[in-house]
T-cell receptor
């Protein structure tokens, strides 16, 4: 199968601090990007998405930034809470009808 | 509204056997995608079905197949199981195949091949 990476980076943050999770995507032609959160024993959960014609999008406590020049995506979580502890995946699609390619994921651990 | 359901939740098989996994999408969702998740390879796309037709396929061998029924429920089948097929198999549904519709994932089926 197709894989993006084998390593799972980890990030530890203090409760109440802001978290920044980074992702380098693979295809400069990708048009659509999504962030997912996966808690232990559950399937991934949609957090926020962004199209390539945007460079920033905000949700509730989350912001996604897209830098197409360096093929970089980031997820910012404000006032991180213990419930935010999970693995976070970025994903990309070349076109609306193409398959979703997931990044390797980042494990976020929130220290109470 | 009920979420995506997958059955069974856990399955143990032996090498050489075949297995069928089932996915019931959220009511009204017509697109169903399947993914394999392993610690070593991460989340990998298997295939996507929309209106009973396979729209996209990942880079998996022909032992992996799927289908979708007229009620949008989907099944995937793995024949001649190998040890490396041990994984969490996830199903996700969305309203349609416009690509930017939110995908909702089920809890997955944990397959162990002995």
């Amino acid at each position: 199968g197709e894989s993006v990476g084998l390593h799972l980076p980890t990030l530890s943050v203090q409760e109440g601090d802001n978290s920044i999770i980074n992702c380098a995507y693979s295809n400069s032609a990708s048009d659509y990007f999504i962030w997912y959160k996966q808690e232990s024993g559950k399937g991934p959960q949609f957090i926020i998405d962004i199209r390539s014609n945007m460079d920033k999008r905000q949700g509730q406590r989350v912001t996604v930034l897209l830098n197409k020049t360096v093929k970089h995506l980031s997820l910012q979580i404000a006032a991180t809470q213990p419930g935010d502890s999970a693995v976070y995946f970025c994903a990309e699609k070349k076109t609306s009808y193409d398959k979703v390619i997931f990044g390797p994921g980042t494990s976020l651990s929130v220290i109470p | 509204k009920a979420g995506v359901t997958q059955t069974p939740r856990y399955l143990i098989k032996t090498r050489g056997q075949q297995v069928t996994l089932s996915c019931s999408p959220i009511s009204g969702h017509r697109s169903v995608s399947w993914y394999q998740q392993t610690p070593g390879q991460g989340l990998q796309f298997l295939f996507e079905y929309f209106s009973e037709t396979q729209r996209n396929k990942g880079n998996f061998p022909g032992r992996f197949s799927g289908r979708q029924f007229s009620n949008s429920r989907s099944e995937m089948n793995v024949s001649t199981l190998e040890l490396g097929d041990s994984a969490l198999y996830l199903c996700a549904s969305s309203r349609d195949s416009l690509g930017t519709d939110t995908q909702y994932f089920g809890p997955g089926t944990r397959l162990t091949v002995l």
